[in-house]
């Protein structure tokens, strides 16, 4: 399974801008999907997750400006994010879980940076 994220960029406070993440796999043979972050310095964290039957939730840091969604026939998951502050600065990471009876399998796109300016 390969995960694929782009969307990455530059954009100033305020500012919006949409990440991507391109499975190989069907999207909907997982039991989530996720996006997290990385500042710099800073432990990973989990943004956003969307579930198989469509729950989404969201960090508190979040909340109220990033939305997910993902496109089934495409393959495609999305991190809509709006209302940017410097603080969002951070690589963005998707995931996928497929949940097991003795383990889940997880997979990691690579990281898109997203860097605001203030």
């Known amino acids: 399974v390969q995960l694929q994220a782009s969307g990455g960029g530059l954009v100033q406070a305020g500012g919006s801008l949409t990440l991507t993440c391109a499975s190989s796999r069907r999207i909907l043979t997982f039991n989530s999907m996720n996006w997290y972050r990385q500042a710099p310095g800073k432990q990973r964290e989990l943004v956003a997750t969307l579930t198989l039957d469509a729950v989404t939730t969201y960090s508190d840091s979040v909340k109220g400006r990033f939305t997910i969604s993902r496109d089934n026939f495409e393959n495609t998951l999305y991190l809509h994010m709006y209302s940017l502050k410097p603080e969002d600065t951070a690589v963005y990471y998707c995931?996928?879980?497929?949940?097991?009876?003795?383990?889940?399998?997880?997979?990691w796109g690579q990281g898109t940076l997203v860097t605001v300016s203030s």
């Open positions: 995931n996928a879980v497929v949940t097991g009876y003795i383990s889940d399998q997880t997979y």
